[in-house]
C-alpha cells in the first residue's frame, strides 16, 4: 500500500485536487476497482497518459491484490485448490475433497486456476509452494500431504474439534456397537 501513497503523492502535484481524491478513493476503498483503474483514470484525466506505465502498474498493483486475511477467516475451514469440490481439476485437490467429505467438513473453496493473483497470492501469503492449502479457523494448516497424515493419525479430528466441527468418522465410530 505505502508504494501506491508514494507514488500518488508524486504525482500530486501534476493534478487537481478532485482528480487525487478519486484517484485515492478508487485505489483505497474499491480493491476490486483495481483491474479497470488505468482506463477510467486515463478517461477522466486528460493528462494521465503521460505517467510511466510502471508507475500505473503500481498504481493499480495494491488495488486488485486479493484479500487473504479475510478469505481465509470466511469459514471455519478454507481449501484453495485447482478446480472445485465437484470437480478437482488434479489429483491432490481431490484427495484434500474426499477427505473433507469423509469428515463432513463443510468449507469454502478457491479454484486457483481461475484466478492467478490468488493463485501466486495464496503461496507468498502462506509462504508454502503448491496448491491445495488448506485454512482452520484462518491459520494455515498445510497441504495435501499434510492432511492426509492428520487424517491418518486422527489430528484431523482433533483440530476441527478444536473450532467446533465435529467429524462424521468420529459420529460414526461412536455408533457402532462394541466387541
Known amino acids: 500500500m505505502i508504494h501506491g501513497r508514494v507514488h500518488i503523492m508524486q504525482y500530486a502535484n501534476n493534478m ?9 478513493i478508487l485505489v483505497f476503498l474499491h480493491p ?5 483503474m488505468n482506463s477510467l483514470l486515463r478517461r477522466a484525466i486528460p493528462s494521465f497518459s503521460h505517467f510511466p506505465r510502471q508507475t500505473l502498474r503500481l498504481l493499480s498493483a495494491e488495488a486488485g491484490k486479493p484479500d487473504f486475511t479475510n478469505m481465509v477467516k470466511k469459514n471455519k475451514v478454507v481449501v484453495f485448490m485447482k478446480g472445485i469440490p465437484d470437480s478437482p481439476k488434479c489429483g491432490f ?19 486457483v486456476l481461475e484466478d492467478e493473483d490468488i493463485r501466486q ?3 507468498e501469503f502462506s509462504n508454502w509452494p503448491t496448491i ?45 456397537p462394541s466387541k
Do not use: T
Not at 492449502?133 to 484431523?156: A, P, R, T
Open 16 to 24: 487537481d485536487v478532485l482528480h487525487l481524491f478519486w484517484i485515492c
Open 32 to 36: 476490486s476497482a483495481g483491474k479497470m
Open 93 to 111: 485437490s481431490n484427495a484434500v475433497v474426499q477427505i473433507m467429505r469423509m469428515h463432513g467438513v463443510n468449507f469454502d473453496s478457491y479454484d
Open 121 to 123: 497470492g495464496i503461496k
Open 132 to 176: 491445495p492449502q488448506v485454512y482452520i479457523n484462518g491459520e494455515f494448516v498445510g497441504g495435501c500431504d499434510i492432511l492426509i497424515q492428520m487424517h491418518k493419525s486422527g489430528d484431523l479430528i482433533e483440530e476441527l474439534k478444536k473450532v467446533g466441527i465435529e467429524s462424521e468418522l468420529l459420529k460414526e465410530e461412536l455408533g457402532k
